[in-house]
């Protein structure tokens, strides 16, 4: 069953992420993705983890702390929009994000972790949310955002980091 979100609930740049996993409703996508990026992180050879394919490139380990952190930063925006009226949030800096994230120095166990740690509760938020709240509309780095398409925007985003790495660096 492929899930339908109005393009009036988010930015046209997120198209890309939300395309990739409509074709779940998103407490599906929310736990398929979970076990799918758990299975692919735990495959990856370990010296691919501190890989960079080109200069000033990430390595798989900031990518996936760059996954957990958008991840939290999204459930942050979802959580927000469902329970105040009129919210504007602002934006994050990625790069500044992941510049001061010090993943490099964790280990891939660690990141794992985190990661499953971090999409558990981010399925407890969402299994919290009624149908209205789903399509409750904010406003994030002065751009639409719905509740439910938050959560589509997590889902694709990590695959779209698969997929990039696996491309790029494997």
């Known amino acids: 069953m492929e899930t339908t979100i109005p393009t009036s609930h988010y930015h046209p740049y997120f198209k890309r992420y939300i395309d990739l996993v409509v074709e779940h409703p998103l407490k599906k996508a929310l736990k398929l993705g979970m076990i799918e990026c758990k299975r692919f992180y735990k495959s990856l050879p370990e010296d691919v983890w501190s890989y960079q394919y080109a200069e000033g490139k990430w390595t798989p380990k900031e990518i996936l702390l760059h996954v957990i952190d958008t991840e939290r930063v999204f459930s942050y925006r979802a959580l927000q929009i469902a329970r105040s009226n009129q919210v504007k949030l602002r934006g994050y800096?990625?790069?500044?994000?992941?510049?001061?994230?010090?993943?490099?120095?964790?280990?891939?166990?660690?990141?794992?972790?985190?990661?499953?740690?971090?999409?558990?509760?981010?399925?407890?938020?969402?299994?919290?949310?009624?149908?209205?709240?789903?399509?409750?509309?904010?406003?994030?780095?002065?751009?639409?955002?719905?509740?439910?398409?938050?959560?589509?925007?997590?889902?694709?985003?990590?695959?779209?980091?698969?997929?990039?790495?696996?491309?790029?660096?494997?």
């Not at 010090?102 to 280990?107: D, F, K, L, P, Y």
């Not at 981010?122 to 789903?134: G, R």
């Not at 959560?151 to 990039?164: R, S, T």
């Open 93 to 170: 800096d990625e790069n500044l994000f992941a510049k001061n994230s010090n993943a490099n120095n964790r280990t891939i166990k660690s990141l794992i972790n985190e990661y499953m740690g971090v999409r558990e509760a981010t399925i407890a938020l969402f299994k919290s949310f009624s149908e209205d709240i789903l399509n409750k509309i904010g406003t994030a780095d002065d751009k639409p955002l719905s509740v439910i398409a938050a959560g589509f925007i997590i889902c694709g985003h990590e695959l779209h980091h698969i997929n990039i790495i696996k491309e790029r660096y494997i």
